[in-house]
């Protein structure tokens, strides 16, 4: 399995405080997306990067921003949480072309 | 808007019958991919589909891209207990690097 981790895994926060989400992954995968799982939605993208400090937004990228300092590690922030941000994140990583690994996903809520 | 769609939305079978999922869009891609999700987990690679028409078997599943490259068919022949699980369809959109994920079938299979 490839290595893909995502911290925290549970997170509760309150409106209007920023949180931060990292996921790291050790394939040196260059592609890292960043999505949200909502029931009657399936997974949609947020943001995506395609290297080292290259960024792209997604379908789902309001209130949200992404930093891609290494090409291990993918970080979305929440500048201000609101409690439409309640979801399940997951992170997925994936060479060219080949199958998408993700991580566990971490489960958030605002409160 | 959800540029991939799947329908049905949830399926509800006994076992040892048929199921076909479809996942369409007014999109092309350069090529579809199917996933499994188990609860509590991130989703996990069935196949990859890369030819307009493709074919491709994996024991009781056949999966199909169209021949536009903007629709696919997951069929299951037989289905078993060990199938139930949330079946979602991704693909890469032409000439991006985006890799969205369809709205997602929840399937269920009785013994």
């Known amino acids: 399995d490839a290595g893909i981790t995502q911290s925290p895994r549970h997170k509760v926060t309150e409106t209007g405080t920023p949180v931060t989400l990292r996921c790291h992954q050790t394939?040196?995968?260059?592609?890292m997306y960043w999505y949200r799982q909502d029931p009657g939605h399936g997974l949609r993208l947020i943001h995506y990067?395609?290297?080292?400090?290259?960024?792209d937004k997604g379908e789902v990228s309001d209130g949200y921003s992404v930093s891609r300092s290494k090409t291990e590690d993918f970080l979305l922030t929440l500048e201000s949480a609101t409690s439409s941000q309640t979801s399940v994140y997951f992170c997925?990583?994936?060479?060219?072309?080949?199958?998408?690994?993700f991580g566990q996903g971490t489960r958030l809520t605002v409160v | 808007t959800q540029l991939l769609e799947q329908s049905p939305q949830f399926l509800s079978i006994q076992e040892g019958e048929n199921l076909t999922v479809y996942c369409n869009s007014s999109?092309?891609?350069?090529?579809l991919q199917w996933y499994r999700q188990e609860p509590g987990e991130g989703p996990v690679l069935l196949v990859t589909?890369?030819?307009?028409?493709e074919v491709k078997k994996l024991k009781r599943l056949t999966f199909q891209f169209g021949d536009a490259r903007k629709d696919s068919s997951l069929h299951i022949t037989a289905a078993q207990p060990g199938d139930t699980g949330l079946y979602l369809c991704?693909?890469?959109?032409?000439?991006?690097?985006?890799?969205?994920f369809g709205t997602g079938t929840r399937l269920q299979v009785f013994p």
């Open positions: 997925a990583s994936l060479a060219d072309g080949t199958e998408a690994f």
């Open positions: 394939e040196n995968h260059r592609y």
């Open positions: 990067s395609y290297g080292v400090k290259d960024t």
């Open positions: 999109s092309v891609f350069s090529s």
């Open positions: 589909v890369v030819t307009g028409g």
């Open positions: 991704a693909g890469s959109i032409y000439n991006t690097d985006k890799l969205i």
